[in-house]
């Protein structure tokens, strides 16, 4: 039975710089440098250790069009490891890397194939002389393409067992990036192709699993807290006759997440430490030997919360949970403490009192019962108190987020006035 396993990558961003780090913190801006080359290492030998048929990349494999010289030489040398064990790599260019800015005098090794920009081609991957797959491909000639190259794909009339579609582009919603060569689901369904291998959309995502099964993998190291989550590559098995196997797995160094440690009940400010190490312990798919960036919340309802909300209290307690780290991988390091807990304190109680609290949350009541009332306010705030900016901000907040502001408020002045109850 004819079978095909590959790796297929995208969006590797090699050398990006972490501009907003390296001002702070230089050493470890170095380290999510090299990220992402370790990333597209652990990728080459996931290549190697599962003895794969040939690696697909879909596009952006440098982060812009000045990438350094060391930089390309990490890139071939790394292709060397493959096609010296005669595992080919396929690759097309995205829009951090079109075909322009590529130097002519970096030769890429024998056994990787770059696809050109003119038309979509293909290029055949046999086995034992025998055809076994056709990988079709186009990459980016300059940075922006607005036309749909996805149309461009026609098998041929003489194909392998298997076609593979190699793109990078947009199907459906960009979310955060650029809209580069967009293309509909139903434009390219019912073209003949066993899978699409995209790049450009950062968010690891199968939009489509079978007929045809159409894949972003992400990109394999995310590079700031806008890009949590797993990340890594995905392989893919393809059989006569069945639905594609895909297996997501993991190649970033560095992971970067958003964890909330609920602190609810909690009353002993020395388990904190402990209580934080267990919510990024409690990540999905927390991977013991990766290396962590962590934007920490604290919430719920603790008797700590007065403490934690005096001013340069989450500097320095991000200063001390980062302590007596190795600066050797893997590391855990907190880059950002938000406190969002809650004063423990029944605000039903206060409400049932007839004392100052009492009547304080009564009005609270009444605007979060009336948004129109609440937005009103709000418009009367900004005339007193804010600038165009805040403006243009508070008038355009939806319902939702305005009564977040209500709830922030409420705790702040609630805790003020059974603080001062407390120390009178
Ligand atoms: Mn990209």
Redesign the pocket.
């Known amino acids: 039975m004819t079978k095909i396993k590959f790796i297929h990558t995208?969006?590797l961003?090699l050398d990006t710089p972490f501009r907003g780090l390296s001002e702070w913190n230089p050493e470890l801006a170095g380290r999510l440098r090299d990220a992402t080359f370790q990333s597209f290492r652990n990728i080459v030998n996931l290549c190697l250790s599962e003895e794969v048929d040939f690696l697909l990349i879909a596009?952006?494999i440098f982060d812009s069009e000045n990438r350094s010289l060391a930089a390309q030489l990490r890139f071939v040398a790394e292709l060397k490891r493959l096609t010296g064990r005669d595992i080919p790599v396929y690759f097309v260019c995205?829009?951090?890397d079109p075909l322009d800015s590529w130097m002519e005098s970096l030769h890429l090794p024998e056994g990787v194939h770059r696809f050109g920009t003119e038309a979509v081609e293909h290029i055949t991957f046999a086995r034992n002389n025998q055809p076994v797959a056709d990988i079709y491909g186009i990459s980016f000639p300059e940075k922006s393409v607005r036309e749909n190259l996805a149309l461009q794909f026609e098998r041929k009339i003489d194909p392998a067992p298997f076609s593979i579609a190699l793109l990078?582009g947009t199907v459906g919603n960009p979310g955060p990036?650029e809209n580069y060569a967009p293309f509909r689901m139903d434009e390219v369904a019912n073209k003949p192709f066993d899978y699409w291998a995209l790049?450009?959309i950062?968010k690891p995502a199968v939009i489509r699993e079978a007929h045809p099964a159409m894949v972003y993998p992400g990109?394999p190291q995310g590079r700031d807290f806008g890009e949590t989550g797993p990340r890594g590559c995905y392989l893919v098995e393809l059989s006569a006759n069945q639905k594609p196997r895909l297996r997501f797995l993991p190649a970033q160094v560095i992971r970067f997440e958003t964890v909330t440690a609920d602190l609810t009940g909690e009353d002993r400010f020395d388990r904190l430490p402990a209580r934080v190490e267990e919510a990024i312990k409690g990540l999905s798919a927390y991977n013991e030997s990766a290396s962590y960036m962590i934007r920490l919340t604290l919430s719920g309802r603790t008797p700590l919360h007065v403490h934690l909300n005096r001013p340069g209290e989450t500097t320095r307690l991000a200063e001390l949970l980062n302590e007596g780290q190795s600066p050797e991988a893997p590391f855990t390091r907190i880059d950002r403490i938000d406190i969002r807990t809650r004063p423990d304190m029944d605000l039903d109680q206060v409400r049932k009192g007839t004392d100052f609290p009492a009547e304080v949350l009564k009005v609270f009541d009444t605007y979060e019962k009336d948004p129109e009332k609440l937005r009103a306010l709000l418009t009367e705030i900004e005339k007193e108190f804010g600038h165009h900016a805040a403006r243009r901000h508070l008038s355009e907040l939806p319902d939702e987020e305005m009564n977040e502001l209500l709830d922030r408020a409420r705790w702040l002045l609630m805790d003020r006035l059974t603080e001062e109850k407390e120390t009178s």
């Open positions: 995208a969006d961003h596009g952006d995205g829009n951090h990078h990036h790049g450009h950062h990109n």
